[in-house]
């Protein structure tokens, strides 16, 4: 492609540009969204973040290192961050008993509470969603999924726990079946998991 998807003349011709400069309105939605939650806070976003991640997921994802891949940023970063939250009494460390250096990160309950207030800053771009039909949703969630699975495998994002990327997921040569093995059963479109805690990375 050597046309911009931001080119009016190219984009009002493209459907595929205009698909793109909808995503990132929609990014820009988040951000503002998440920006507006952070400040009744007197957080960052990236504070906010991380509050709503560590509420949502086990001990071994609540570490500095994961942490750092999830959000793709440096340790050092991450770890500024930790040490504000710590300082607001929104988060406590569980050292590990064989290794000082490395820690569990878990919510106070004054985090618990702000994490759990925050992260219902998506209110308004789920409203739209809820009115589409059961058809429209799931061809929705596929083409977001197989977006999703390509930035991955093209290293613009890091991790990802979804179907697509699981060792224990099977998919037709067509596309349209889906099988989990962990659990060994069918799965529909509406089972499919953007983010599942059994997740296993296919190698």
Not at 163 to 182: D, I, M, N, P, T
Not at 189 to 200: G, N, S, T
Request: aromatic residues 6%.
């Amino acid at each position: 492609m050597n046309k911009s998807d931001f080119d009016l003349d190219y984009q009002n011709q493209s459907n595929e540009s205009k698909i793109v400069a909808s995503l990132e309105r929609i990014s820009q939605a988040f951000r503002v969204l998440l920006w507006q939650e952070s400040k009744e806070f007197s957080l960052s976003p990236i504070q906010v973040q991380v509050l709503i991640f560590l509420l949502h997921h086990s001990d071994e994802k609540r570490k500095v290192s994961y942490l750092a891949e999830e959000f793709n940023m440096t340790k050092a970063t991450i770890s500024d961050t930790i040490k504000t939250l710590d300082q607001k009494n929104l988060i406590t460390k569980e050292y590990e008993a064989h290794d000082t250096r490395s820690y569990t990160i878990n919510l106070t309950e004054k985090g618990k509470d702000i994490a759990g207030k925050t992260s219902l800053f998506t209110e308004q771009i789920r409203k739209p969603i809820d009115k589409l039909g059961t058809d429209d949703k799931e061809n929705l969630l596929l083409s977001l999924m197989n977006i999703i699975r390509h930035l991955n495998q093209n290293e613009v994002i890091t991790i990802q726990r979804m179907c697509h990327s699981c060792a224990y997921h099977e998919v037709s040569a067509s596309g349209q079946k889906h099988f989990c093995k962990l659990l060994n059963q069918n799965l529909h479109v509406r089972d499919l998991r953007i983010d599942c805690p059994e997740h296993k990375m296919k190698v």
